[in-house]
């Protein structure tokens, strides 16, 4: 099934169990949720001020000196925005509720921010959650509207989030969530880390309950590739096996561009 796109505390590796410790209830809650929203993506109108957009911000550690490999970062984070959408605080009674579903009742956006050094150091003060993957590590925070925005986070460069493509891990987790990226489209590592977000969302609101219960308990996994015509053309085709992005245009790519396609059968 392919959906459309709206637009794009912890330290917790990779594979790790996170923390504060999770209840299923909350987490079944959070799944609820992310399905009503996968329904009517794109449904929703911006407001008419733009300083009333909400938005899910996400900063890429990539430091000048030695920065990360790209499919490590977008894998960090994927898993870092499945971790905060999962996270008991997003839950009825939990201090990060009301952003949080005020956030899937607007249309949903992501926005990437490049940090190194001290606004990296600065960006873990600001609610929300860093993964890291072989050495790239990602912080996704709680969505907010841009009015509201911590200017921890505002200062932040947009702009510069680029890093050269790579062939990624040759021995993926087994438990990962393959997300495959089309290539053609040739994004920014900064739109490609948004894009795999929605994915993400997408894939766990289709799937059972025990399926994400399972996934959650191993930190959220996640697998990015670079698809090639071929294999784009073959996931396509398989209909109810995959979940995809339908980009709403506003940066980067066409209108109604396809970004990323998660593989349903890969956790379930």
Do not use: N
């Amino acid at each position: 099934m392919i959906e459309p796109d709206h637009e794009a505390d912890a330290a917790t590796e990779a594979g790790a169990v996170p923390e504060p410790a999770t209840s299923p209830v909350d987490r079944h809650a959070a799944l609820v949720r992310m399905a009503e929203a996968s329904d009517r993506f794109g449904s929703r109108r911006d407001p008419d001020d733009p300083g009333d957009v909400r938005a899910m911000p996400m900063v890429l550690h990539i430091p000048k000196a030695d920065p990360p490999a790209r499919s490590a970062l977008l894998r960090a984070a994927a898993t870092a925005t499945a971790l905060v959408c999962l996270d008991p605080r997003v839950g009825p009674d939990g201090p990060w509720h009301d952003e949080y579903t005020a956030w899937l009742d607007a249309r949903i956006r992501k926005v990437s921010r490049r940090a190194r050094g001290a606004q990296w150091t600065a960006a873990q003060q600001v609610d929300g959650i860093t993964t890291t993957v072989d050495g790239a590590s990602a912080r996704v925070h709680v969505p907010c509207r841009l009015r509201d925005l911590d200017p921890r986070l505002r200062k932040l460069q947009v702009e510069g989030t680029d890093l050269p493509p790579d062939d990624g891990t040759d021995a993926p987790d087994p438990d990962a969530l393959e997300l495959w990226v089309d290539g053609a489209l040739d994004m920014t590592v900064g739109k490609t880390a948004a894009q795999v977000g929605h994915a993400v969302m997408l894939a766990a609101g289709r799937l059972p309950f025990e399926t994400v219960e399972r996934w959650f308990d191993r930190g959220c996994p996640t697998d990015v590739r670079i698809a090639d015509a071929g294999r784009w053309s073959a996931l396509i085709v398989r209909g109810d096996d995959v979940v995809g992005v339908r980009d709403a245009g506003y940066t980067e790519v066409a209108p109604g561009s396809m970004t990323v396609l998660a593989d349903l059968r890969s956790i379930a």
